[in-house]
Structure formats: structure tokens, C-alpha cells
């Protein structure tokens, strides 16, 4: 709900072609906030439970399991540091998120947005 409605502030500020939103599934994830989201014109990428899972599952590793447990998995894969963008230069550079688009739709839509 925080995401969608962080989105909805800030579309409100300026004018995009495209409001996106990358979502974990797996809290506060309902048909009312996905409602809130369509009606607001969001697009939503839903990272099924969570977004660790999904880049666990683009490494072909196993992604089962908690939020922790997950986040624990992925840590090593980004420099204990989820929260860095560069981070994730290492593990999950173009070829690697090109390979998975086919099996991670999030990951599809979201390179589609970008242009690739």
C-alpha cells in the first residue's frame, strides 16, 4: 500500500507517460490496492512473494521460504547491502536479466519500460 501510494504522490507532482510501481506480494498486497492502482492509471510489477525471491530466481538459486530467510540468501549476491543499486552490478548485469525475462514477467515488464 506505501509503494502504490507513493506513486500516486508523486505522479501528482509532474507529468510522466508512465507511472510504475515494483511491489512485493507478499504484505499489504490486496484486490483493493490493486484496484487503487489501476484507477490511478499505475502500472504495478509485482514481485511474487518478494523482489529478493525474484533475483534469487533469476541466479537459478533457491527462493523459498520468509522474507528473512530470503533477504539472507540474497545478501551475499549484493554486498550484504541490499538497499545500493550498484550492488547489483556484479550479479545482475544486462545478460542476466536478459536470460531470465522469458521465466520473471516483473523483470520482462520492467526492461520493456526501459527500453530494452
Known amino acids: 500500500m506505501n509503494v502504490i501510494d507513493c506513486a500516486i504522490k508523486q505522479s501528482a507532482n509532474a507529468a510522466y507517460d508512465t507511472v510504475a510501481a515494483m511491489l512485493d506480494t507478499d504484505k499489504d498486497w490486496s484486490p483493493a490496492v490493486e484496484k487503487q492502482a489501476r484507477e490511478k492509471g499505475i502500472l504495478v510489477m509485482a514481485s511474487k512473494p518478494c523482489f529478493d525471491a525474484v533475483m534469487l530466481r533469476l541466479l537459478v538459486k533457491p527462493a523459498s521460504g520468509n522474507g528473512k530467510t530470503l533477504k539472507k540468501r540474497l545478501a551475499p549476491y549484493v554486498k550484504d547491502d ?35
Open 82 to 116: 541490499a538497499t545500493l543499486s550498484q550492488n547489483y552490478a556484479e550479479h545482475f548485469g544486462k545478460a542476466c536479466l536478459e536470460a531470465g525475462r522469458g521465466k520473471e514477467p516483473t523483470i520482462d515488464l520492467l526492461l520493456k519500460l526501459l527500453g530494452a
